[in-house]
């Protein structure tokens, strides 16, 4: 299963990818095409706008692919008793995939969850075995089975 939810993250990591591309192309292009007003003022205000959003654009790109290349390194075959960055860890709240924060990722009838080791609950996840709880929010999360 891991193989399918790999593959559907990578799916939207492209996509992403290549939104910010898309993106960074059109602000570009919106900056080359600003003129000299007779308005000094909002030639520099445009340009001053077209140059933030393609910086934003860039970390936007920057980040996806620097996802794409964690996901890039997991070895589907590699199982571990503790989480780790790979992991398919089944707890009481739901299921989780440890690696990049992609979000929900539905393979058949199973929802799973794309988390980031470094977000509240994959920091929390990390190291668990199976049997082992921890206190999310209040509530206690049980560690049903690890993959």
Known sequence: MKDLIIRQIKQILQERIDAASLAMK???AAANEETK????????????MNQLNLEMYGRQHEQAVSELAI????DVSQVSAAIGIGSLAKTSMGVFFVAVGT???TIGTDLIIAISPQSPIGELLMHKKQGES?????????VLAVA
């Open 37 to 48: 007003s007779s308005v000094g003022d909002k030639y520099e205000t445009g340009r001053a």
């Open 103 to 105: 979000g929900k990722v």
């Open 134 to 142: 921890f206190d999310f929010r209040g509530k206690k999360i049980d």
């Open 26 to 28: 059109n602000a570009q």
């Open 71 to 74: 996901v890039e390194k997991i």
